[in-house]
Each structure stands twice: as structure tokens, then as C-alpha cells.
């Protein structure tokens, strides 16, 4: 079956403009997750949506940074007027609601010039 | 303090070494813990879950001590394809992954 899908594959863009980053989960995983992987780190939680329920948005790192899911399936992770160190992997999972397993799609890498 | 901690590594092993993965914890109200793998340049995938009891799956042992807020992963008989980095993921809300600990089995 499918599995996680995420594009681009890779993004690269210049400093001050705005980028938007898609993913589409497994169908019927309610549960959808953003992280973002700096070069030779961990992953570091960004958004976490579930459901009907309001996102957790806790780890969103500066108010450039957003997320939309619309009708419970795909999200958009939109980054306005990029900088330097935005440049990452970025990725997403999803899963069933909360305590069953992640599935991550490829990710999206981002490079900011 | 990180909610989740890891030996930074990297590991260097010959095959058919044991190796051992600690992991620590700072939320004593964690529910779940896993251990995830990730290859260079590819997505995390779920190697298994920690249960309280501790567990086996082939090569891999996996046990928690949840008054010590520790976890484990154990590898027996390595082999050159368990090179991978190896993230230990505890879930008490969301998921938190750690920095993880790279392993590379050499010939």
C-alpha cells in the first residue's frame, strides 16, 4: 500500500522568500506529525496535528513558520521569508490516533541560499 | 536538560560484536518508548517498541527501567548491515525523539 508521501523532494530557494512544503499521510492515519533534521542532528518536533483537535504547536520555532491540514488529510508546512537556517530536512509522519507507530515519508530537503 | 538523551557515539564495531544503547528520559510520566533506525539520508523507521517487561526480536533486546527513567537496546552478533543510527523515541504527549547514537559494524 501507499506510505507516506511528501514534495518536493528537494527545495532550493533563496533568502527572503516563501516556500511550501507538502505532504500527504497514509489514509486513514488521523495523526500527523512534522519534524525538521539539521545536517548530523536529531529530529527536532515542529507540529503535531490529531484529529479535529487543535495542533500542537509547540515546537514551531519562530511565528515564519506554519501548518495547515485540511479535511484531516494533507498538510501544508509553508515557511515565510526563509533564512539560512531553515535549511533541513524536513519530514512527516503519520500515524494511528497517538500511541501506535510512525510512519515517515522521505522528506523534503530544503536549502536556503 | 534533554526530555531525551542518548550516548552520542559513533560506534565503532567489528561483526559479531555486542553492542549496547542507553537512553534516558527526563518525564516520568512517559507512556510509551520505542526504538527507532535511520539510515544516512533516509526517514526513520520503527525498529521496535520497549515494553515494561522487556523484549526480544531476533538479535535485538530491548528492556525499560522506568524507575531509573532508562532504556536500552542490546545487539548481538552485529552485522555489517545494522550500521544505521539508532533513535531512542519516548512518547508522553507527543513523540520525543532523541539525538540518536550512530553505529558503524565494520568487516
Known amino acids: 500500500g501507499a506510505g507516506v508521501s511528501q514534495s518536493p523532494s528537494n527545495k532550493v530557494t533563496e533568502k527572503g522568500k516563501d516556500v511550501e512544503l507538502r505532504c500527504d499521510p497514509i489514509?486513514?492515519?488521523?495523526?500527523l506529525y512534522w519534524y525538521r533534521q539539521s545536517l548530523g542532528q536529531g529530529l527536532e518536533f515542529l507540529i503535531y496535528?490529531?484529529?479535529?483537535?487543535?495542533?500542537?504547536k509547540s515546537g514551531l520555532p519562530s511565528d515564519r513558520f506554519s501548518a495547515e491540514r485540511t479535511g484531516g488529510s494533507v498538510s501544508t508546512l509553508t515557511i515565510q521569508r526563509t533564512q539560512q537556517e531553515d535549511s533541513a530536512v524536513y519530514l512527516c509522519?503519520?500515524?494511528?490516533?497517538?500511541?501506535?507507530?510512525?510512519?515517515f515519508g522521505p522528506g523534503t530537503r530544503l536549502t536556503v541560499l | 536538560r534533554k526530555e531525551v538523551e542518548q550516548d552520542p557515539g559513533p560506534f565503532n564495531v567489528p561483526e559479531g560484536a555486542t553492542v549496547a544503547f542507553n537512553c534516558t528520559y527526563s518525564?516520568?510520566?512517559?507512556?510509551?518508548f520505542f526504538w527507532y533506525r535511520q539510515d544516512c539520508r533516509k526517514e526513520p523507521k520503527l525498529l521496535m517498541s520497549?515494553?515494561?517487561s522487556g523484549n526480544e526480536d531476533g538479535r535485538f533486546t530491548a528492556q525499560l527501567n522506568r524507575a531509573s527513567q532508562y532504556i536500552s537496546l542490546l545487539i548481538r552478533d552485529s552485522k555489517l548491515s545494522d550500521s544505521a543510527t539508532y533513535l531512542c523515541?519516548?512518547?508522553?504527549?507527543?513523540?520525543?525523539f532523541g539525538q540518536g547514537t550512530e553505529l558503524s559494524v565494520k568487516p
Open positions: 489514509s486513514g492515519h488521523t495523526a
Open positions: 509522519a503519520s500515524s494511528l490516533p497517538f500511541l501506535y507507530t510512525q510512519y
Open positions: 523515541v519516548v512518547q508522553g504527549g507527543k513523540l520525543i
Open positions: 496535528f490529531q484529529g479535529n483537535s487543535a495542533p500542537d
Open positions: 518525564n516520568s510520566a512517559s507512556q510509551s
Open positions: 520497549v515494553y515494561s
